[in-house]
């Protein structure tokens, strides 16, 4: 019976004694959270029959407009470092394909363009990255919708009607946060 007493005895002097300095709890003041988010933005696959209007005539230019509600967040609004959009791009066209992206306010304002994104013939394996700082791109933040134009090259040859060869874009968005506690 002396052991355990005797061990009870060492183990609170121990717990007692092992913390001597006051706790500094102001060090989470200093903390910064820095979460990334990857989301699928937007994809689609066209083939040339798409580019026919119903009256069987080829158009040169295909846009889409997708809504956008990740920068609506009040979290995500206010924290928001940086936005990178990742695409990746397959062209089994035999013509060069330029897309346009822009992001859109509410009202359809132009808050941010890419520099137009040309991907060349048989292009099978293209990827692209832009980097967005919003120190330098506050207006980003007012984006609910993005715009995309695919544009085909005319090159006097109309796109075969039957031809089973797509355009494929697949895209997706990381959002840097840097919030403190």
Avoid: W
């Avoid at 820095?34 to 580019?51: C, D, G, N, R």
């Avoid at 797509?166 to 997706?172: A, G, I, L, R």
């Amino acid at each position: 019976m002396k052991a355990p007493i005797k061990l009870s005895i060492l183990v609170c002097f121990f717990v007692i004694t092992s913390c001597y300095e006051s706790l500094d709890f102001n060090q989470i003041d200093d903390y910064v959270s820095k979460p990334e988010i990857t989301s699928a933005l937007t994809y689609f696959a066209v083939k040339p029959a798409q580019f026919y209007d119903s009256n069987g005539n080829q158009k040169y230019n295909i846009t889409d407009v997708t809504n956008f509600y990740g920068l609506q967040n009040t979290y995500i609004h206010d924290n928001l470092v940086k936005i990178n959009v990742n695409a990746e791009i397959i062209n089994q066209f035999d013509r060069e394909v330029t897309l346009q992206v822009d992001f859109l306010s509410s009202n359809n304002t132009v808050v941010y363009s890419f520099t137009p994104i040309i991907v060349e013939k048989g292009n099978l394996n293209y990827t692209y990255l832009e980097e967005i700082d919003l120190a330098s791109q506050p207006l980003i933040l007012n984006t609910s919708k993005i715009r995309i134009s695919a544009s085909i090259e005319n090159t006097g040859v109309p796109l075969n009607v039957n031809d089973t060869s797509q355009f494929v874009f697949k895209s997706s968005v990381t959002l840097f946060i840097e919030a403190s506690i």
